[in-house]
């Protein structure tokens, strides 16, 4: 950065990093068309010099605006409360304030201006300001406070005082050393003799009903935010509609309470139609996402009319309403825009996107938007009523894990960003940046960078909005969960922001991770909710130091545990704040990894330049399984029989144990099996760099759940994972 230099100055004041170093350690400056670019999707004015120093201006002057405190101050728990407060240099005056807690209790006291400790000087078009701080001498508890200023019964300011435990929650037993093991699983891959084709929140529930006998205090699933109803081939659970809502496709129709009256319904489910469907999208290998939303809508819309026919005053009317309310603004907008939806697709199906529909219906406080709210009000209810049943499951699977005894219940995810055509982009057009996406700087593996398609938030209008969305969005996704894991968590630090169009280059943004981190922390433990980040890759230091520092735990895979030689790295090296597992739905199960089926798959897809590269991965992962094999036989566990140097050509079960073995000698506090390693699937769920040519978020795995307690593969390797090498022995 030049300091010299005004767009630099700009860039900077708005977090626009001036370059980064990219995988292989070269520095990569990021030159002026970059930072305009940013700036503008920012809504700053910088398409010229003169708007640059506009802008910048603008900059000086709200930074030194003549306000009396800040609108926002977060503090950790036992840090000292030193509020700011600016007022022209050489103020004398009575400053009075008032400190109300979170639980409507007050404390007042004053002070005179000119005794407090002088911070900052600024001179301003020919005005000088000087910035005091008032230690407030006040010790409240983890909260959202707020402290009110009167200087000279005239001048009044308002300041929101967060104040967040030092550390997020953790459960009593993490607490006193003890380690958890669980499962990770597809949820709409899992198979039932009851579900519609796809996995659906009853069968989270019995699966952890299920695996919770054997030893599972945890089951993880990829994100179940709200995708798209009227394109139910866009599936990816890391490219949202909205992560403030569900995806409503997960509904279990037979658990719905108006079923039990709801003749229509009942019908489309026992007819020898229905169950021929059903029985059709239940055998499939792969989830027939489409004709899954098509059967369920019928039914969907069955139940629906028979609860409009409840009484107004029955319990699950009035459960209804009270949801509806305590969801407020943000559900209303969600119910309104799938309502929309729903509504332009029929007369043209390229306005599934909200960006093209017209004019009037662009944004959710227009007038045209209110008044087919209005009109329509039966199908805004319909979809509000969706999400309640989508929200009552998904608690329901959170209780019955927890009653059979899991300590976390459900591990949900929180992806790291939305689509620009969904919901949540449509409803916070003041915090997403629309003309940019996130995505990742070139590596090994992607040599031109990545674009991910997905918003980000505005680090200024996250701020503007004195971080509410960003809370909203914590507390929501906290509400079932026992642990959540934020995917991305660089995310809070900085995030690689890409310009529209592939001709400019991208660069890094810093958010204020200091305060992102607090406010989690907060609502982790407001929530009893565990926090895992996903760190993986390359990520600074400092982050995993950050995550620690405030009681969030990282990510260890077996895969990417190698030293500078490429040596696995042993057991004993593993953090304990962390949950440790051997790969994720990007990669392939153990038995793939050894057979090198994503290698084969890239081949397939011509995602190598030439044969020379695919021989080089084939050899690379040769290498990988030598040395995790010498790493087994340094830990004592490599099964007899094995040479190291020499690989066998497939896994065994006994090879399979033994990783697992390893698993459970790390000292990290969560363990986590991967469900297709128990059932020897080979396929992973997910192969990054593609969208249909390889299945992706498709595929089903295992038995029915009903037949799980007869599992005994998986039952060994939670088990073993665990730590616990004798089956049945006491949790």
């Known amino acids: 950065m030049n300091p010299e230099d005004p767009l630099d100055r700009l860039a900077e004041a708005y977090d626009i990093e001036s370059g980064y170093r990219d995988i292989w350690g070269r520095r990569r400056e990021i030159g002026a068309e970059t930072k305009r670019a940013i700036l503008q999707a920012m809504g700053v004015a910088a398409e010229s010099d003169a708007a640059v120093e506009q802008s910048l201006n603008a900059v000086v002057v709200a930074a030194a605006a003549d306000h009396l405190s800040p609108p926002l101050l977060i503090r950790r728990a036992g840090e000292p409360i030193l509020l700011p407060v600016t007022a022209d240099a050489g103020c004398r005056g009575r400053l009075a304030w008032t400190f109300r807690r979170e639980d409507g209790s007050e404390q007042s006291g004053e002070a005179t201006l000119h005794a407090l400790e002088l911070v900052e000087q600024i001179t301003l078009r020919g005005r000088t300001l000087h910035r005091h701080a008032l230690a407030l001498p006040l010790k409240p508890p983890p909260g959202y406070h707020r402290c009110t200023l009167l200087l000279d019964e005239t001048v009044r300011s308002e300041t929101e005082i967060v104040i967040a435990p030092r550390l997020g929650y953790l459960p009593d037993c993490l607490a006193q050393d003890h380690r958890l093991a669980g499962l990770t699983a597809p949820l709409y891959g899992l198979r039932s003799a009851r579900n519609a084709g796809i996995g659906d929140f009853a069968d989270l529930a019995s699966l952890a009903e299920a695996a919770a006998p054997m030893g599972a205090d945890f089951i993880g699933i990829n994100p179940v935010h709200a995708l798209f109803p009227t394109e139910p081939d866009r599936i990816s659970p890391y490219s949202p509609s909205s992560r403030l809502f569900s995806n409503t496709l997960l509904i279990a129709l037979d658990r719905v309470p108006e079923l039990d009256h709801a003749e229509k319904a009942r019908r ?7 169950l021929a469907t059903l029985d059709r999208l239940r055998a499939s290998d792969l989830v027939d996402y489409p004709a899954v939303a098509a059967f369920k809508q019928g039914v969907l819309e069955a139940l629906f009319e028979a609860f409009r026919n409840l009484p107004p005053s029955s319990p699950r009317r009035v459960a209804f309403e009270a949801f509806r309310q305590a969801g407020g603004n943000a559900l209303e907008r969600q119910a309104t825009f799938d309502a929309l939806a729903a509504f332009f697709v029929t007369s043209d199906p390229v306005k599934t996107d909200w960006r093209c529909w017209p004019a009037g219906y662009r944004s959710p406080e227009a007038p045209d938007v209110q008044a087919f709210a209005a009109k329509h009000a039966e199908r805004v209810t319909f979809h ?66 990545q674009n991910w398609g997905l918003l980000p938030l505005s680090p200024a209008g996250l701020k503007t909005r004195r971080y509410r969305p960003f809370i909203e969005l914590m507390r929501r996704n906290m509400r079932h969960a026992g642990a959540l894991r934020i995917d991305h968590v660089l995310g809070l630090a900085r995030s690689f922001w890409l310009p529209a169009g592939d001709a400019v280059p991208g660069t890094y943004v810093r958010y204020p991770l200091t305060d992102l981190l607090a406010l989690v922390a907060l609502e982790s433990s407001r929530n009893q909710c565990l926090v895992v980040g996903e ?16 009681g969030l735990l990282g990510c260890r895979l077996l895969y990417f545990e190698w030293d500078e030689t490429g040596a696995c790295r042993p057991a004993s090296s593993y953090p304990r704040r962390c949950i440790a597992s051997i790969g994720t739905h990007d990669l392939p199960p153990l038995r793939g990894f050894w057979e090198g089926r994503d290698i084969a798959w890239r081949a397939r897809l011509g995602q190598y330049p030439d044969a020379a590269a695919e021989r080089a991965d084939r050899e690379a992962r040769e290498r990988q399984k030598t040395n995790l094999l010498a790493c087994l036989a340094a830990e004592g566990l490599l099964p007899e029989g094995i040479d190291p140097a020499h690989p066998p050509a497939s896994l065994s079960e006994p090879l399979l144990d033994a990783f697992h073995r390893f698993l459970g000698r790390t000292p990290s506090m969560l363990k986590a099996v991967q469900y297709e390693d128990a059932f020897g699937a080979v396929e992973q769920a997910n192969l990054p760099g593609t969208i249909d040519e390889h299945p992706n978020w498709r595929r089903k795995v295992g038995p029915p759940i009903e037949n799980l307690r007869q599992a005994d593969r998986l039952s060994t390797l939670l088990e073993l994972a665990a730590g616990r090498e004798s089956a049945g022995a006491e949790r």
């Open 535 to 550: 760190d993986l890759g390359t990520v600074p230091e400092t982050l995993r130091s950050a995550l620690d520092d405030h």
């Open 384 to 449: 509000a009523y969706l999400q309640w049943l989508a929200d009552e499951e998904l608690g329901q699977a959170q209780a019955r894990a927890k009653a059979c005894g899991m300590a976390l219940g459900l591990y949900l995810d929180l992806a790291v960003g939305v689509a620009p055509d969904g919901a949540e982009a449509w409803s916070h057009q003041d915090v997403l940046v629309e003309s940019v996406r996130v995505g990742a700087p070139p590596d090994d593996f992607n040599p031109n960078g």
């Open 268 to 274: 489309l489910l026992e007819s020898a139609d229905g």
